[in-house]
């Protein structure tokens, strides 16, 4: 038997009762049960970096808005689909505080998180145009929102973005959106898994390709504000969260409340829709909705059909965290470096032990400490990295279930790693190196 940090040979076992295909090859959710598992098993703690969930307490502000409303009623009442009026003007007021951009209150609603918005907009953006039912990812991403499109037996393709950055991207999209098919494209910024963060210019590139195809921009800001190289907390003051939103009205920013408010349990995010893509007619929506203007679409289409709109209490609690981030009384950005700053320390862990960063430049520049950071070692692919990761208590996930190119790298997730389990972390990574010499 191995001499491993957890058993090894009931940590097989666990694996072969999984009956996964490949563990390296197996889902967010499918790794977390394994793990969970053996934990249970074995009374071992892992270092748990799988899973891009909140590590800090909840908005407290949030918490005793949502506790308020409750006391009032509202558990009793439906919501309107689109969102309480109150939240819906502090979310307008909101994108015009930090993102410095126009939206009427009409076209932001309040979704179950931001999975509901992408779902919601996958679906009424694929059904615009006939033969425009593909959806563009600029990878790497969310493996989830791929999951979403074979649910819906919908198209899409993919590349890299890592391998086409700067004007190399204006290239690649003209390659891809001149075919005529695509609906839309999506992308997260900072980048879920990578953390590589857009520049102006390549923001640019994407905006005028959208209006040249007629693309509609998906913009996944789940990290809202949390490239901590800049300072984005100040409302209505330079620097704003940098978003394609400045370049094209052809846009759908979905801003969650799960990271940067840590407010992940009540599923409550944000769909804001430009003014001019909202009242924008498709007469190919009339297809499969009552109306061809967009918005009208989306709401009494897709929204109201998936949920009927989203949790009334939860609304409130964004509502207050919201109106406090307006009004400079809640400072989010500041509550969420945390992050950043055991990443640091996480990656100085890793390298010094014989790992490599994989994503480790953001267009020339070096990439910042943030909620992901990526990792490879030398002989192994990412497939084969995690499933010998297992054995030594620490869990992430495969780099090549999210779109990217690099199959030998790992996506890991500082958010749940404490941090008096550094020097665990660093035994084992110690132990790993040790067991596996770099010729």
């Not at 520049?199 to 693309?215: C, F, G, R, W």
């Not at 945390?338 to 100085?348: Q, S």
Request: aromatic residues 12%; glycine residues 8%.
């Amino acid at each position: 038997m191995k001499d491993t940090p957890i058993n090894y040979e009931i940590v097989k076992t666990k694996i072969e009762e999984s009956k996964l295909p490949s563990v390296g090859k197996a889902s967010i959710r499918e790794i977390k049960r394994l793990i969970d598992n053996i934990e249970k098993a074995t009374g071992d703690k892992y270092i748990r970096m799988e899973m891009g969930v909140p590590g800090l307490p909840p908005s407290q502000v949030g918490v005793e808005a949502e506790i308020e409303a409750l006391k009032k009623g509202v558990a009793a009442i439906y919501p309107d689909i689109d969102g309480i009026p109150p939240l819906k003007s502090e979310i307008s007021r909101f994108v015009k505080m930090f993102i410095n951009i126009d939206v009427d209150p009409v076209g932001c609603i309040p979704t179950v998180g931001s999975m509901q918005g992408s779902f919601a907009s996958f679906l009424t953006c694929n059904r615009m145009t006939e033969g425009k039912d593909t959806t563009l990812f600029i990878d790497p991403g969310f493996p989830v929102h791929k999951q979403q499109h074979t649910l819906l037996g919908l198209k899409y393709e993919s590349f890299d973005v890592y391998n086409y950055r700067g004007e190399a991207l204006k290239a690649k999209l003209e390659e891809v959106l001149s075919k005529g098919n695509i609906s839309c494209m999506l992308y997260s910024n900072p980048n879920n898994p990578s953390w590589i963060c857009f520049t102006e210019s390549e923001l640019q590139i994407i905006a005028e390709m959208a209006d040249k195809y007629d693309v509609v921009v998906m913009e996944d800001l789940a990290y809202f504000g949390m490239d901590f190289r800049k300072d984005y907390s100040v409302p209505g003051q330079a620097p704003y969260q940098p978003s394609v939103a400045h370049y094209t009205d052809n846009y759908i920013l979905m801003i969650s409340s799960s990271k940067a408010f840590s407010y992940a349990g009540q599923r409550v995010g944000m769909m804001v829709i430009s003014n001019k893509l909202f009242n924008a007619s498709y007469p190919g929506l009339q297809r499969f909705y009552n109306s061809d203007i967009f918005g009208r679409a989306m709401i009494f289409g897709t929204i109201y059909p998936l949920s009927s709109g989203t949790s009334h209490s939860a609304q409130y609690a964004l509502l207050g965290i919201l109106k406090a981030a307006n009004e400079g009384k809640l400072n989010f950005v500041e509550d969420v470096k945390e992050y950043g700053e055991k990443a640091k320390i996480m990656k100085k862990l890793f390298t010094e032990n014989g790992f490599i960063i994989v994503y480790d430049q953001d267009d020339g520049v070096p990439i910042a400490d943030g909620f992901y950071f990526t990792i490879s070692y030398p002989g192994f692919s990412g497939v084969e990295l995690i499933e010998e990761f297992i054995f030594y208590g620490i869990s992430a996930i495969s780099l090549s279930i999210t779109g990217s190119s690099r199959s030998e790298g790992l996506r890991a997730c500082v958010s749940l790693v404490k941090r008096e389990q550094f020097p665990i972390l660093e035994s084992r990574l110690r132990q790993f190196h040790l067991d596996h010499p770099v010729s």
